[in-house]
């Protein structure tokens, strides 16, 4: 069910709002679910609203912080930037993920001989 | 840390939030039409599809609050709130759960603070587990030793930092204070120089004794209680220093006891001391005999059982070493605290027991209630479940219930309990130690709260986990009743009646046993008649300086008294029954014993009329007369156990003892009990109270026809020419000294009575619940038996037998329990054994007549359905 894919893609998406926010500077809830949604080629498009989830747990943590503004329609929206401790969890997550998409890259080249190709 | 700050910081701000994300939603929402406008959809599917894409935002909403908050808070506010509205509905349920567990509650925790005070905390000293009662095995029962050998266990031992002792022949209200205020009897115990220094007690004004404070017979210096600078002296500071004058000397205050320390709640329970006098172990002292009751401190890393050891062989070397003085020393030692509340560990024990059965039966009986209401809430719960309701929330949402009633219950048990206890603490009638330390602190809270949350899990365990088991399509769909889980239901609810009555019976086995023992101990031959008999100390004062000015005095406060009106007899004793002892050593002339074997007596010093007064049956000779004095030949009256003991198979009248360097034995009377009412009669001896001086009381016993009121007032006028210092309130009645004897017995029997009488009151709502239950399930069927002729007379005899099923098969667990169980009450019994067929019958009587009573009202009812009701109602 839904909730299965959600759990595993958590982590994912912090790591994804905290790179988005880190590269792109300060943005909106509506901005940042449709950047990941290009980037990721709509393969994440669940609904939306569930970036907000994302979004507060983040802010709890202290990652990333959100101030009051004005949207590009003028209305009143959240806007979220990354803190300095986000920053550095953004780096741990990071090269957490490398290290794991690393074995799993090296994992799926094994062949049925046992060598890597 | 910071994270579960910020959550709790948002469960607090949850309605700002809400509004927050609302907002946020809101631009979001906006900006996606906007964009689908763009891509050049109608405003109208822009908008639609913008939904879509966002997601159902009521959940989302709830997802956030879960993610932000703390989800467990808010459903366990969930839960309560719900608890409250449906028990708003069913207040009766409600009022009558939280009653019963207040009563349940209520009694375990007066169990607990009792057994916390007794058993579990240590003595109210410093480091009161190194403390050691070291008692003589050589003195029975008062486990006294004589002085030498404390002062020698002293310097000898390598076990104890200090010994200390009080002289334990104290005699309640030796001391007669006057000078300012009313005259008043005050009771001093004489301590040694280092008593409260091995307690550990500090003074909480002055100072205690020194080493040069220890003269004999006339200590000039006293140190007060506590209770008596309160009552006598308001408190006032300048009393250190100041002057007393107590039997006609005047005695220095040197200090006073701070009000943590209770000399008679730890060593003389049911009394009252008000002064402490230096105990000097000299020569003198030591010339008393067996007078001392020793305590030790252990040094560091010195166990009991090495004290032992040491004590072992010093006990024999010593008493070798004492061997021209007669007594001898055989240390036993048990800790102070073994010592002083050991005796009642099985009682207390029992008593815990019994509680604990009947919360038991507390919790069978609310288990069984909260079944009833399972059945009819059925539809409220398949609703619940057709709502989406998880097993597990319907099942925390019961347990809150059931804890919910029994938290409201415990505070309601708390209040009970204060009260409780603020009455045990006041009873200083009964003879139970460190009563009056009994209270409700934090251990006991600590218990009540743990008491409530797993009395609320375990009766509501059974129904909750029953919830589930409801098939929501069959209960909706059916409009008569739950029929579904009924059969399981109903077995459930019959299996915790006969659990209810099992438990019941085992309390009222073990009850029937011990009130059966208590009228048996009631029912003893004391050896006296205490009905009717009326005691005052009268000393004669130092003015009485002779002997002989001192027989004149009793000759003419016995005249006087007995020429009153209402007077049927009176005599003068120097100890009361069951209030003190003492022993000595005595022979038949010329007889000759081995020093282990040497017989002992308990001694009396009394006036001609004592035996008379006192109701004790002369067996043979003469009782002493008024011409029995120093110039007359030396006599002696010994009772039976002590003429047998000593002219085995012989008359007793005539022959000599070596008492006094030769007594003649003029009468044998009939043996008293004087240590405890349960305890056999020794050897006992009277000497009369005009030959010898061997006495530190006067009582005067009195028999009269006159009511409890006037007797005080008729004495006192009559010996108002020779006293007119007695006071009121110094009159007692020799009853009150035998119910105080039996008091701890008392105590625990009316505990137990309370609790079985409880147990059976819930074990009869329990049957009668379930009666009325089936009845009600079978409400058709029985309409349809009545139809096809079934006499009402029938039907009510087939309902009440399905009473005495259930209530027989409950009898039948529980006394093949209480055979088991009942063993170990053994020690706490008197005069009746384990297995009496009395209290087992008696029990099978009560319970099927409680039964009997409990399953009539709902088998009548039954007989009063009218089966066309019955049938067309469905």
Known sequence: ?117 | MSYLVARIVAWFRRSELDQDLDQELQAHLSLLIEENVRRGLSPEQARREALLKMGNVASLREAHRETRGLPLVDTLVQDLRYTFRILKRDTGFALFAILIVALGIGASTIVFSVLNTLLLRPLPFKDADRLVWIANKKCVPEQTTQVAYILDARRANNSFTELAAYFAYYNIGDRKLTGDGDPERLTAVPVTQNFFHVLGVEPQAGRFFNEDESGIDSPTTVVLTDSLWRRRFGFNPDIIGKTLQLNGKAVRVVGVTPASFDFTSVFAPGSRVDLFSPFPLTPETDSWGNTSAVIGRLKPGVTLESAQAEFDILGTRLSAEHKSNGNEFQPVLSSLKTYVTGRLRLALIVLACAVGLVMLIVCANLSNLLLARNAARQKEIAIRVALGAGRRRLIRQMLTESIVLSGAGAVGGVLLAVIGTRILTRLDAIRIPLLANVQIDLSVLTFTLAMAFVTGLTFGLIPALQVPAIRVNETLKDSNRGASGSKKNSWLRSALVVTEVAFACLLLVGTGLLIRSFLRVLDVDLGFQPERLATIRIDPSSNYSTQAKRNAYFDEALQLVQNTAGVEACGLTDVLPLEGDRSWGVAGVGQVYERENYPEAFVRIVSNGYFKTMGIPLLAGRDFTEHDTANSEQVIIINDTLARRLWPGQDAVGQMVTQDGGRRVVGVVGGVRHVTVEQESGSEMYLPMRQTTDFSAVELVVRTSLPDTSVATTIREALQPLDSNLGPKEFRSIQQLVDKATSPRRFVVMMLAGFSGFALILAALGIYAVISYSVQQRTQEIGIRMALGASARRLQAHIILQTLVLAGIGLIIGLGGSLIMTRSLAALLFGVNSYDPASFIGTVIVLIAVASIAGYFPARRASHIDPINALRSN
């Open chain 1, 1 to 117: 069910m839904a909730e299965t894919k959600s759990e595993i893609l958590q982590g994912t998406l912090d790591l994804m709002v905290l790179q988005t926010l880190a590269a792109m500077g300060p943005m909106h809830g509506y901005g940042i679910a449709r950047r990941i949604e290009q980037l990721s080629e709509n393969a994440l498009a669940v609904n939306q609203g569930t970036i907000y989830l994302c979004l507060i747990r983040l802010v709890q943590k202290k990652w990333i912080k959100a101030v009051w503004g004005t949207s590009e329609n003028n209305r009143k929206a959240k806007f979220y930037s990354i803190t300095k401790t986000g920053q550095k969890q953004l780096k741990i997550e990071a090269e957490g993920w490398e290290r794991v998409s690393g074995v799993i890259g090296r994992l799926l080249q094994l062949t049925p001989g046992g060598k890597t190709s």
